[in-house]
């Protein structure tokens, strides 16, 4: 498809495991970006990339958190050890370059984690 | 550290009433400002952005936005509603330099026909 695609689209899992999220971007983007959305809250950022530079992990909450970028193209989110307080949708957004910000973000449909 | 304010968290209006939803951000430098819609079951869109120039952004549907420098204030407006602007409206900012997005809590209008 023409857009970001987020997989799964909902994932319900037991406290303690371990999740895997994925990002499929717009082809020919550059950026990526993850941000989590809480409930009854705004996008929070998590981690950024830019081509093969160096990602900004500058968002991730803890530890638990890490995302690779595998190519330049598709991403996995990773969140071991998972809490309760981890469930929330997770938004992946591509653009075709961060530049001076010129360049809108386009925003996948998310994956809806819940935690028991 | 940037960051953005959404007072309104729901607005309730009936079609033809004109909207105006507050924004405002907090940023020492020089920023870009956007506005998301997420309409029921979908995923979020750009609705509009300003960078430079002109500070009255118009954007798709009929929305517009006026950045007011000295009120680090971008409120979006849109003269006549229909129901089928029931949505979530979030404000964004990106402060040069950076690379990610500042988002507010955002505002859930609901059209009422």
């Known amino acids: 498809g023409a857009g970001v695609s987020q997989s799964p689209s909902n994932k319900v899992t037991e406290k303690g495991k371990d999740v895997e999220l994925r990002c499929d971007p717009i082809?020919?983007?550059?950026?990526l970006y993850w941000y989590r959305q809480r409930l009854g809250q705004g996008l929070e950022f998590l981690i950024y990339f830019q081509g093969n530079s160096a990602p900004d992990k500058s968002g991730l909450p803890s530890d638990r958190f890490s995302a690779e970028r595998t190519g330049g193209s598709v991403s996995t989110l990773t969140i071991q050890r998972t809490q309760q307080e981890d469930s929330a949708v997770y938004l992946c957004a591509s653009s075709l370059g961060a530049g001076e910000g010129n360049q809108p973000q386009h925003f996948g449909d998310g994956t809806r984690l819940s935690i028991l | 550290a940037q960051s953005v304010s959404q007072h309104n968290h729901h607005v309730i209006l009936s079609e033809a009433a004109s909207l105006e939803l507050g924004c405002n951000y907090s940023y020492g430098g020089t920023v870009n400002l956007f506005w998301y819609v997420q309409y029921p079951g979908q995923h979020l869109q750009l609705l509009l952005k300003?960078?430079?120039?002109?500070?009255l952004v118009k954007g798709i549907k009929g929305f517009e936005a006026e950045f007011i420098k000295s009120k680090f204030s971008f409120n979006l407006r849109k003269p006549s509603v229909q129901w089928s602007d029931t949505a979530e409206y979030f404000c964004a900012v990106r402060g040069t330099g950076r690379r990610a997005l500042t988002f507010g809590s955002g505002t859930r209008l609901q059209v009422q026909p």
């Open positions: 082809s020919g983007h550059t950026a």
């Open positions: 300003y960078f430079s120039g002109d500070p």
